[in-house]
């Protein structure tokens, strides 16, 4: 029999936990390590395979670092607010703090089962009044920096749920959560101005070691584009409008114009004749999530009966309404130049528009590609760079356009009608107009309302206590003698997790989000693991904030994540992503219990490389079972006694332990998890070979194992009489010496040809070489028998042998 996990996995999280053995040290003279892995919305179903496969990879780098003498901080708390917790209280009516709290204990519970090695002593709570106070001052922060603002914006409003839903929380049209039908309408909201760092936020990505594919998405998101805008007035009113466009050199292959169906212009410019099909359309349009429009490839429309007038030719262009053209995009109108647009393109032919070749190239159109310039009076034989330029110039000079550059990044939208979030620290003034409130008066705690559900109206819950929503005004907030109104809308899920990689590194601290000496200390985070799933989400949200309290005075990196890593998704035994519907879910709770958690965390880095997407194997997981099963075994009997012996290694187990070391120890820096348990493989494989069980190769050997199974380690180093934690012991070294082969096999080539290879001591001579080559039969057949002309010998590498 090997070890019982069962038995000693409690005795040593007791142990950890009682000598603080994971306590990072704010300002020790160490070298600091920032290891974080995201942190988890405390759900009621529990931790899943997903958590463990994020969670052991950035524990293992921790407990790694340690050993090599590093000051870690590996915290772990909980993205507590959110709406799963507020639906299942407008379905039971238990209150969500409750139902969050009982969840996040669950968690707690599980997290230390697997032995991650976190400062259980900084755990956070987005939902506790003491962090969210925090995250209110940031918001005043940038409410004082005028990047915080309300705003009538187009949403995506979810009648089932009666809320906003952000568009990473819709799913082909629907809500993430219950599959709901989520529409259009416009409703105010507070909106973060995001959009003032987009420049920032592209050139940061050029300082930060993160995949390049997460990097491409930020920047493909945020959209860079340099061009012209335009102005078109309509014909017979006094009403104009802009244009933004990339290619202001195909202005004269205009032949309509597409606007947004919410775009105010519309009501104004429609002919009474287009007006009920215009107002059907743009009814039809608000029934439409942005993500329904986006993914819509049928062209549909309607004509205004209003035309725009061309700023250069005075030709009268149709003005057309589309839902392709979306109003928070650039100006909420395009000009169409349907020869050289696809999207165009199909639109023109669809209601039988005309279409005009500007450009040559292509034996059809559309025609996308760049070439010379046609049909466009001034511009004609101008390449594009020329004519962009040209055309750039001329309408600044008759002051109907300028050069612009423009991104696709939107700002932030930040509010919710919800009533499991933080409160606005925030107050409406009759007169005063709106106010944020003294810091002293923080944290501005949730009232208790009747019920959690907003109004069929958007209202949100907070608004029904009218006790609480009434503020008097004082002098300190310019608003003496009012009564002023509280905002009733809560703040996103993604506010507490935009920040709290900061509250980490000092989070008792009751007069400020963090001390100037922890943040100088250990900002940035050194190493981040999450899903690539937040590429647009969180990590451009996290990347803005802390810009922000760079600009503020508050931080010293304007970057939170230096290093970057995502872990692959763990699939079902079908290859199918795990889930209810298909039954094919793994409790990681289950198997845990059934094989242990050492077992569990070295299978999900045995699996295949960090980043990719690897199918779950029970047969797998056996296997890596029976590997640690190998190893307890050549330390202990079947009873627990120690039969590891003192006894002297050979020289060819002496060898390979060094050449493991030195193997595991570099994969565990590149993050090779897999490779490095594949070398330990085969250093387990050549003890049981050689039948011998010396300890000066186990103890090593248990120290190499230990970030991937640290109980097991844990137990088996106490047995063999190690001093202290096998979790603090410094990591082994490697012997150069002894990781040097005594022979290498090297290519012989004649006039640089192969012709064989030969195996020689390491450091042989030329002689010695040559000799050896002269015994290859392709060798000498190459040589004719004769001597060579001259000889270019690499030691090590190569022997070239030239023959005239």
Excluded at 326 to 346: K, N, Q, S, W
Excluded at 498 to 515: C, G, K, Q, V
Aim: glycine fraction near 8%; aromatic fraction near 10%; charged fraction near 25%.
């Amino acid at each position: 029999m090997a070890l019982n996990h069962t038995e000693f996995e409690k005795k040593w999280q007791k142990k950890w936990e009682e000598q603080g053995a994971f306590k990072a040290v704010n300002g020790s003279n160490k070298p600091k390590y920032y290891a974080l892995g995201m942190f988890p919305y405390p759900s009621g179903s529990g931790l899943h395979l997903g958590h463990i496969a994020s969670y052991t990879p950035t524990d293992i780098m921790a407990r790694y670092k340690r050993t090599v003498g590093f000051n870690v901080l590996n915290p772990m708390g909980y993205d507590a607010f959110g709406l799963p917790a507020e639906q299942y209280a407008i379905q039971t009516g238990i209150h969500p703090a409750i139902t969050t709290e009982k969840a996040i204990a669950s968690f707690r519970n599980t997290l230390k089962s697997f032995g991650f090695s976190f400062d259980w002593s900084r755990e956070i709570s987005t939902a506790d009044s003491k962090y969210y106070k925090w995250t209110q001052f940031i918001f005043l922060k940038l409410m004082e920096r005028g990047l915080a603002y309300q705003k009538e914006v187009p949403v995506n409003w979810c009648p089932a749920l009666k809320t906003v839903l952000a568009n990473d929380e819709i799913i082909d049209g629907k809500s993430e959560r219950g599959g709901h039908p989520v529409i259009r309408v416009p409703m105010k909201q507070w909106m973060l101005k995001i959009t003032d760092y987009a420049e920032r936020l592209l050139e940061g990505l050029d300082r930060v070691d993160w995949p390049e594919r997460t990097k491409e998405g930020q920047r493909n998101w945020i959209g860079k584009s340099e061009g012209a805008r335009v102005t078109f007035k309509v014909d017979g009113t006094g009403e104009s409008f802009e244009v933004f466009t990339t290619r202001p050199d195909t202005l004269f292959g205009v032949t309509f114009m597409v606007m947004a169906p919410e775009n105010p212009l519309v009501s104004k410019i429609t002919a009474m004749a287009h007006k009920p099909q215009v107002d059907d359309y743009v009814a039809a349009t608000a029934r439409k999530s942005e993500v329904d429009r986006k993914a819509n490839t049928e062209k549909t429309g309607a004509f205004t009966g209003a035309y725009a007038v061309h700023p250069i030719t005075g030709h009268h262009i149709p003005i057309w309404i589309a839902d392709y053209v979306l109003m928070d995009y650039g100006t909420g109108a395009i000009m169409a130049v349907p020869g050289h647009d696809a999207r165009d393109f199909e639109f023109a032919e669809t209601f039988k528009m005309p279409v005009v070749r500007v450009l040559e190239g292509g034996d059809k159109l559309p025609f996308e590609g760049d070439g010379t310039l046609v049909n466009s009076d001034f511009l004609n034989g101008l390449s594009k760079t020329a004519a962009i330029q040209k055309m750039i110039q001329h309408l600044e000079s008759k002051k109907i356009g300028q050069k612009e550059i423009q991104y696709k990044l939107r700002d932030w939208l930040f509010s919710r009608q919800r009533y499991w979030g933080e409160p606005f620290p925030v107050v409406h003034f009759p007169k005063a107009g709106m106010k944020g409130l003294p810091v002293n008066e923080l944290p501005l705690l949730l009232p208790e309302v009747a019920d959690y559900e907003p109004s069929d109206k958007g209202e949100a819950p907070l608004a029904r206590n009218r006790e609480w929503t009434q503020y008097p005004g004082t002098a300190a907030i310019g608003a003496a003698g009012e009564m002023g109104v509280r905002e009733t809308d809560t703040m996103p899920g993604s506010a507490g997790s935009s920040w709290y990689f900061l509250r980490y590194i000092d989070p008792h601290n009751d007069n400020a989000p963090f001390s100037p000496e922890a943040e100088k200390y250990w900002m940035p985070v050194d190493l981040y693991v999450g899903g690539p799933e937040h590429t647009v989400g969180h990590l451009l949200y996290a990347r803005f904030w802390t810009k922000v309290l760079f600009d503020a005075g508050l931080v010293t990196h304007d970057e939170p994540f230096k290093k970057l890593a995502h872990q692959g998704m763990i699939l079902g035994e079908d290859h199918q992503k795990m889930s209810k519907s298909k039954n094919n879910g793994i409790a990681a709770d289950e198997v845990s219990h059934k094989y242990g958690a050492d077992a569990l965390r070295t299978f999900v880095c045995f699996m295949g490389p960090l980043e990719s997407e690897k199918p779950w194997s029970t047969t797998g997981i056996e296997g890596v079972k029976r590997f640690l099963d190998r190893v307890s075994r050549l330390i202990v009997s079947d009873d627990g006694q120690l039969i590891a012996t003192a006894d002297a290694a050979p020289a060819d187990i002496e060898k390979l332990l060094h050449k493991t070391i030195k193997k595991v120890t570099e994969d565990i820096e590149k993050m090779n998890f897999n490779t490095a348990i594949s070398a330990m493989m085969i250093l387990v494989n050549e003890l049981y070979r050689a039948n011998v069980k010396p300890k000066s190769v186990l103890k090593p050997l248990t120290q190499l194992l230990m970030p991937f199974a640290p109980y097991m380690a844990e137990e088996l180093w106490e047995k063999m009489g190690g001093e202290g934690f096998v979790s603090l012991a410094p990591w082994p070294k490697y012997d150069t010496n002894l990781i040097a082969d005594d022979t290498v096999t090297i290519g012989v080539q004649v006039n640089g040809k192969m012709r064989g290879t030969i195996e020689i001591p390491v450091d042989a001579s030329e002689e010695a070489a040559l000799t050896a080559a002269k015994g290859v039969e392709n060798v000498m057949a190459a040589l004719g028998n004769k001597q060579p002309d001259k000889v270019i010998y690499k030691a090590g590498k190569i022997l070239n042998l030239i023959v005239k």
